[in-house]
């Protein structure tokens, strides 16, 4: 039987479609590589939003090249975001690809690869429109007890500077009782969290002229026994209405976290954004996620270096970070992406300053975000435990687990009482900018998530599968 990886870049959207690549290809009797062996297909789903993406993405291509060359077997697939963007241009720089596919054909991978087998011949397939949701096709998660569910694909906003429209097509939203059938059937699984996705989530409702829709959904969610906790990505500040911050608070279930895309705190930037708000608008939501749930915690996503951006602009973002006080910000450097307007505007910011209020940014960003996580030591918070994944040190008396507002915690697990997906009530000790420490825990809740977690790892056995980001670096040591 063939073994398979899949190389994933890019968001929650795309870890999710390599979830659906992995079942399909389960599904075609392929099996997934286990890490010490060589796999006999590498599937790269991509992203287009940053250039670093593109470079990635064709360094890795280059080193699989040998391997191809020495073993005509040996496949290699392109899909997501950059294949529906460059098409034919990867078969003309990496024309020993075996297959391209695009983000509105996931499901032809597996024909795909026999054809270009038994063709012997490159195949490329891009639609340009999504004919199926792609919540039809299988899954192979990566958790026991968390999972992702699609709202919608696409997304109706033009900002200036963003790709992902031309790549995933206009919004198309799943009916109510789609998902939430979906839902239940994840629970009965043991599914304890779900994530609930879309390029603009909380536009939900569009197709169907519902503006109450994923005000209402968020409701629904709560009404799922056994569904301990949901999450939602991303919002926009455009859509962001007052009944889905209501929803959110008296929604037992949904987790006082809210991820808010900033973009920048200036009004002249956000308008050569084309983000249809103002920094006013974006305080004002704060304030009222604020007042209805004090304890949430708020995160987001910076650009620095927009074209037109003076120093005066980036102050006032500056200003709006130190005034929120974010729990943590994802910040990035603008990247100059072919066929946005903003590629094509004057005033690009040259590369040595963007870098520099890059870095001024992230300093700030990071003591603000330690100060944050100060204030819960010596509190108690709520985990739920994820395991050792993400670690770097051999100490296995600690766990990982996210609190109940997303942040990533460390706690001390050397009486082995609790498991990956238990709930788990700790005290913390330390903080530092990107996580926070934890003692020993005080209570454990068994859930029906630790239970699918024993099971799944009892089904896996000892071996370690091949699986993520890790993939080719693991291939380089073999």
Known sequence: MPTFVVETYGCQMNVHDSERIAGLLLDAGYTQALADTQPDLVVFNTCAVRENADNK????????????????????????????????????????????????????????????????????????SLEHFPSTLPVKRD???????????????????????????????????????????????????????????????????????????????????????????????RDFTDDVIEAMAQTKNVMPHLHMPLQSGSDKVLQLMRRSYRRERYFGIIDRVRKAMPAAAITTDIIVGFPGESDEDFAQTIDLVKQVRFSAAYTFQYSKRPGTPAATMPDQIPDEVMADRYNQLHKIQQEISRQENERLIGKRIELLV?????????????????????????????????????????????????????????????????????????????????????TLAALKSL
């Open 143 to 237: 958790s026991a007890f968390s999972a992702w569910v699609s709202v919608s694909v696409g997304c109706n906003n033009t900002c200036t500077f963003c790709i992902v429209p031309q790549l995933r097509g206009i919004e198309k939203d799943r009916p109510m009782a789609q998902i939430m059938k979906e839902v239940h059937s994840l629970v009965d699984q043991g599914v304890i969290e779900i994530t609930l996705l879309g390029q603009n989530v909380n536009a939900y409702g569009v197709d169907f002229g519902d503006r109450s829709a994923f005000a209402n959904l968020l409701k629904e969610c709560g009404k799922v026994d056994g569904l301990e906790r949901v999450r939602f990505m991303s919002p926009h500040p």
């Open 386 to 470: 994820s395991g050792h994944e993400g670690r770097h040190d051999l100490d296995q008396n600690r766990m990982n687990g996210r609190s109940a507002d997303f942040r990533l915690t460390h706690f001390d697990n050397s009486a082995q009482t609790a498991r990956a997906g238990d709930l788990v009530e700790v005290e913390v000790v330390q903080a530092f900018a990107n996580h926070i420490v934890a003692g020993a825990p005080i209570n454990v809740k068994k859930t029906k998530g630790g239970d699918a977690h024993a099971t799944w790892m009892a089904e896996k056995g000892d071996k370690k599968i091949l699986l993520g980001i890790p």
């Open 57 to 128: 993405l064709y360094g890795n291509l280059s080193f699989l090249a040998p391997r191809k060359k020495s073993d005509p077997n040996f496949q290699i697939a392109v899909g997501g975001c950059m294949a529906q963007k460059d098409q034919d241009a990867i078969i003309k720089r990496a024309p020993y690809v075996d297959v391209v596919f695009g983000t509105h054909n996931i499901g032809s991978l597996p024909v795909l690869l026999e054809r270009a087998r038994i063709e012997e011949a490159s195949q490329v397939e891009i639609k340009e």
